[in-house]
C-alpha cells in the first residue's frame, strides 16, 4: 500500500524509493518529539524542538536578478538544508514562488524562437523587423512554469533521497471547510509518508486580490500572496516554525539603508506602532508590512516565525539551519517580551555611559575602583553566600573537574586579594587615559600630540571563574572603556552580586551602566556577531572556548591565546637546584593554568646523569605521568607511553619529555610545537641564555625562572584581562596599557595643506617636543 502511494515520486529510482520508505518507517529519535500546539516558542533556543517546519521562499529568493528564469544555487542549497532537516526526522513543508519567472523564461524563449523563424523566411523580401518581446500575462506564466518548476525541485530533492509532491491552492481552498479539511488530510497524509509538500499558489486560475482584504483575527486571512499563503498553511497544519526568506536579513525599525535602520532581534506583537516601512520587494506582490502581517497572523495561531535573508551568498548555505539550531538570525517573532534590555541595547547603554566614563577625571576612575575594591571586603558575606549556592549546585551536578571547581570557589583571603589588586589598579590609572606619548611641533603654530584612549567596548566571555568579574571590571574602568560581560552559567549567582556591587560603585559618579552583565540566553556566537557595536573580544578560560570564539568572531578582534603549550628546556649548563625548583613549580604549582609547563625539554648530554634521575625522582613523587617523545623513548629500554602528539596542553599533572641535541634544536622544537605564550631556558651558560632570549619568538621568554611568572599580578600590573599570543596590539599579559589606544591631536590657527604646497608660504619643522612639557597656550581638559 505503501509504496503505492510512493508512486507519486515518479522520477525516484527504486533504489531511492527504497530508501524513503526506510525513513519513512525509522523510529524518530533525532528530534525531540514536539510539544501540544497552541503556544508559539518563547526564545530563540526553543526553535531546536520545532517538529512541524514551513519554509517560505519568495520571489526574490527563488529567482535571478533580472526576473527571468530562477537561482539554480540558491535553489540547491535550500533544498540539502531542507533534506538534512527532513532525514533528521522533522516534518518540512515549503511554499515556494518562481512559477511566473520560470513560465516568463520559457516563454521568452518560445516566442524568440518563433521571431526567429519568421523572420528568416521573410528575409528574401527584406522584412527584417526588430524582435520585440509582448508584455507577458502572469497567469500564462504561471500555467508556463509550473511544471518546470516542480521537475526542477523533484530532481533536486531526488540527490538526498528525499521525496516531494506538488500541491497548488488558492483562497477557496481555504475558505471552503470541505476543500480545507481535503487538503489538511493530504498535508498530513503526504507527511507521514515522509514526503516534503512543495504548496505554491494556483496562480494560472487566481482570482486579483481582493483591495479591501486583509488578515482579520486567527479564523480569517486572504491567501493574497504567498506570505499569507504561508501564514495561513501554517497555522492550519499546526507548524511549530514558520521561516519566511526574502532579500532582506530582517524586519528594520526604519526602511533598510537609511541611516538610523538597525535591524530587529526580537519582534513583539505592541511594536508595530515603531516600524516604518518601506517599498516592497523587486519582485513578488507582497512586502515587509504584508510580510510581517503574516507573520503576526501565524504567531497568534500558535506558529513561532523568522523572517530572514535567503538571497546573502555567505549566509544561504546554512541560513535555515541556523535558525533551527536558534542562532541570531534575522527577526524572531515572539509573544513573551523579556523583562530586561536586549543585549543590543545592553550595549548601547554600556556604550553611551562608557563616554562619560571616559571623560572623568582620572580621580574620579580611581574612587570608582577604591570603591569597589571596599565593596569586596564589605559585602564579603553576601558574596560567600551567593558563590556557596554556585558551588553547591555545581557539586550536585557533578559535571565540573576539580579544576574548575577550584576556579569556580572563592573565599575571604581570595576576596582580600581580588581588594589589594583593584587599589593597584586605582594607582595605575591616574596616568593612564589622555597620556601624551608623542608631542611634535610640525609648525609654526602646529602642534601634533599623540594621546592614549579606551579601545571602546569590550566583550569579556569567562567561563567558572567569578574572580575575573571585578577584576577586569577594574581594569575597564581604569581605562576608561565599555564593558559588556558574559560569565559561565556555573557562577551565575557570584556573577550577579558582584556585577551589582560593580554598578554600585560606579554610581557614585553617574557611569552605573558602563558595565552589563549579559544575562540572557543570548549565546556566545550570537554575541561575536555584534561587530559594528563591540570593539575588542577577550575570552576567558579553556583553549577550547577560545577556538571557539576566535572562529565566531567576524570583524571583531580577539585578544588572547587558544593555547599554553609552554615548554621549559634544560640547558646542558644548568644547574641541578635551579632545576628541580623551576620544573616542579612551572609543572605542579597549578596545573590547569594556561603558563603551566607542558614539554620538559632535556639537552641530550644530561641524560643517565644524577640531575636526569632526580628531575625524574622529582616528577614520580608529585605524582606527574610523563609522554615520552619519540626521540626520548628511542633512549629508553623501558620508555613510558609515547605521546600521542608534541603539541598537547594537558592542563593536569602530565606532560611531555623530549630530547633536544642543543639550544638550537630546543628553540626549533619550540618554534614547531609551541604556541608562542612561554618557554623557559634553565642554564648557567649567559651567552646560550641570551641566544635562546633573542631567538624565541613567544610572547613570554625567561632565564632560570618558572613559567608560572607569565601573569599580570606577578608582573606588577595589577591584575590582568589575559594573556595574549598575537603579533599586534597587547602581547603576553594584558594589563591596563593593553585596553588603551591612541588617537592624534592637532592643534592649529587655520591652517591649510596649501601653506605648505610648492608655492606655500609655510616649511615643516616637525621638532620634537618633550611629553612631560605643556605646550604654550594648550588648554588642558583637566
Not at 516542480?150 to 497548488?168: D, G, I, P, R
Not at 523587486?282 to 504584508?290: P, S, T
Not at 543585549?343 to 577604591?370: F, K, W, Y
Request: with cysteine.
Amino acid at each position: 500500500m505503501l509504496l503505492r502511494r510512493l508512486t507519486l515520486c515518479s522520477r525516484i529510482p527504486q533504489d531511492s524509493q527504497r530508501h524513503v520508505y526506510r525513513l519513512f518507517t525509522r523510529s524518530l529519535t533525532q528530534v525531540p518529539n514536539g510539544r501540544a500546539h497552541g503556544g508559539s516558542f518563547a526564545h530563540r533556543g526553543e526553535l531546536r524542538q520545532a517538529k512541524r517546519i514551513v519554509v517560505k521562499l519568495g520571489s526574490a529568493v527563488v529567482t535571478r536578478g533580472d526576473e527571468c528564469g530562477l537561482a539554480l544555487g540558491r535553489l540547491a542549497s535550500i533544498v540539502e538544508q531542507v533534506a538534512m532537516l527532513q532525514n533528521q526526522g522533522r516534518e518540512m513543508m515549503i511554499v515556494t514562488s518562481g512559477a511566473v519567472a520560470f513560465g516568463k523564461q520559457r516563454l521568452r524563449h518560445e516566442i524568440l524562437l518563433s521571431q526567429s523563424v519568421r523572420q528568416a523566411l521573410h528575409s528574401g523580401q527584406n522584412q527584417l523587423k526588430d524582435m520585440s518581446l509582448p508584455v507577458l500575462e502572469a497567469r500564462a506564466c504561471a500555467a508556463a512554469g509550473q511544471s518546470g518548476l516542480m521537475a526542477l525541485y523533484e530532481a533536486m530533492f531526488t540527490q538526498y533521497s528525499t521525496c516531494t509532491a506538488q500541491v497548488l491552492v488558492t483562497n477557496l481552498d481555504f475558505h471552503d471547510d470541505q476543500k480545507r479539511q481535503n487538503l489538511n488530510s493530504t498535508l498530513q497524509e503526504l507527511l507521514r509518508m515522509n514526503i516534503v509538500p512543495i504548496i505554491n499558489t494556483n496562480d494560472a486560475v487566481v482570482p486579483p486580490p481582493e483591495p479591501n482584504s486583509d488578515l482579520q483575527g486567527v479564523n480569517v486571512i486572504s491567501i493574497k500572496d504567498n506570505d499569507s499563503l504561508a501564514a495561513r498553511l501554517a497555522v492550519e497544519m499546526k507548524a511549530d516554525l514558520l521561516i519566511a526568506l526574502s532579500d532582506v536579513e530582517g524586519l528594520y525599525n526604519s526602511p533598510p539603508g537609511t541611516d538610523d535602520a538597525k535591524l530587529i532581534d526580537i519582534f513583539y506583537p505592541g511594536d508595530q506602532q515603531s516600524i516604518t516601512y518601506g517599498t516592497k520587494s523587486r519582485v513578488g506582490i507582497g512586502g515587509m508590512e504584508a510580510k510581517v502581517k503574516a507573520a503576526l497572523w501565524a504567531l497568534q495561531g500558535g506558529t513561532s516565525v523568522v523572517i530572514a535573508n535567503g538571497t546573502h551568498p555567505k549566509v544561504t548555505g546554512h541560513v535555515i539551519t541556523d535558525i533551527v539550531e536558534g542562532k541570531k538570525v534575522g527577526t524572531f517573532f515572539s509573544e513573551i517580551k523579556p523583562a530586561g534590555p536586549t543585549v543590543e541595547q545592553q550595549t548601547e547603554m554600556a556604550r553611551n555611559s562608557g563616554r562619560t566614563l571616559a571623560s572623568l577625571h582620572p580621580d574620579q576612575r580611581s574612587e570608582i575602583i577604591c570603591q569597589l575594591a571596599e565593596l569586596l571586603t564589605e559585602k564579603k558575606e553576601e558574596i560567600l553566600a551567593a558563590n556557596k549556592m554556585d558551588m553547591d549546585l555545581a557539586v550536585s551536578a557533578g559535571h565540573l573537574p576539580p579544576a574548575m571547581l577550584k576556579r569556580l570557589s572563592l573565599s575571604p583571603a581570595k576576596l582580600n586579594s581580588l581588594a589589594i589588586g583593584l587599589r593597584q589598579i586605582a594607582v595605575a590609572s591616574q596616568d593612564s587615559v589622555g597620556r601624551v606619548l608623542r608631542r611634535t611641533r610640525v609648525a609654526h603654530n602646529l602642534e601634533l600630540e599623540q594621546i592614549t584612549v579606551p579601545i571602546g567596548v569590550l566583550l569579556v566571555i569567562f567561563e567558572a571563574r567569578p574572580d575575573c568579574l571585578p577584576q577586569v571590571s577594574a581594569l575597564a574602568i581604569a581605562s576608561g572603556n565599555a564593558l559588556l560581560l558574559k560569565g559561565g552559567k556555573e557562577a551565575a549567582n557570584t556573577n550577579r552580586v558582584l556585577h551589582q556591587l560593580t554598578q554600585e560603585a560606579l554610581s557614585m559618579h553617574g557611569v552605573r551602566e558602563a558595565v552589563q552583565l549579559v544575562s540572557t540566553r543570548e549565546e556566545v556566537e550570537d554575541l561575536c556577531r555584534l561587530d559594528k557595536m563591540i570593539d575588542l573580544i577577550i575570552p576567558r578560560g579553556s583553549s577550547q572556548l577560545v577556538r571557539d570564539i576566535q572562529r565566531a568572531a567576524k570583524g571583531i578582534p580577539v585578544l588572547g591565546h587558544s593555547e599554553g603549550i609552554c615548554h621549559v628546556y634544560v640547558d646542558a649548563d644548568a644547574s641541578v637546584d635551579k632545576v628541580i625548583k623551576i620544573v616542579r613549580d612551572s609543572k605542579c604549582d597549578y596545573p590547569a593554568a594556561c603558563n603551566a609547563m607542558e614539554t620538559l625539554l632535556i639537552h641530550r648530554d644530561i641524560l643517565r646523569t644524577p640531575l636526569f634521575d632526580q628531575i625524574i625522582d622529582m616528577l614520580r613523587t608529585e605524582r606527574v605521568k610523563i609522554h615520552a617523545g619519540p626521540r626520548f623513548a628511542s633512549y629508553l629500554t623501558f620508555s613510558p607511553s609515547e605521546a600521542k602528539s608534541l603539541r598537547t596542553e594537558y592542563g593536569d599533572l602530565e606532560c611531555c619529555m623530549e630530547v633536544v641535541d642543543s639550544m638550537q634544536d630546543a628553540v626549533d622544537h619550540i618554534h614547531k610545537y609551541g604556541s608562542s605564550h612561554t618557554d623557559v631556558i634553565i642554564t648557567e651558560n649567559e651567552d646560550t641564555a641570551e641566544q635562546f632570549l633573542q631567538q624565541l619568538d613567544s610572547a613570554c621568554v625567561f632565564w632560570n625562572t618558572s613559567s608560572r611568572f607569565a601573569d599580570g599580578y606577578r608582573f606588577g600590573l595589577g591584575a590582568e584581562v589575559g594573556i595574549s599570543t598575537a603579533r599586534i596590539h597587547a602581547r603576553g599579559p594584558v594589563g591596563l596599557e593593553g585596553l588603551l589606544t591612541t588617537k592624534w591631536v592637532l592643534r592649529g590657527d587655520g591652517h591649510t595643506a596649501a601653506d605648505f604646497s610648492e608655492h606655500g608660504t609655510m616649511k615643516y619643522l616637525h621638532e620634537n617636543l618633550p611629553v612631560g612639557q605643556p605646550l604654550a597656550g594648550r588648554r588642558d581638559s583637566n
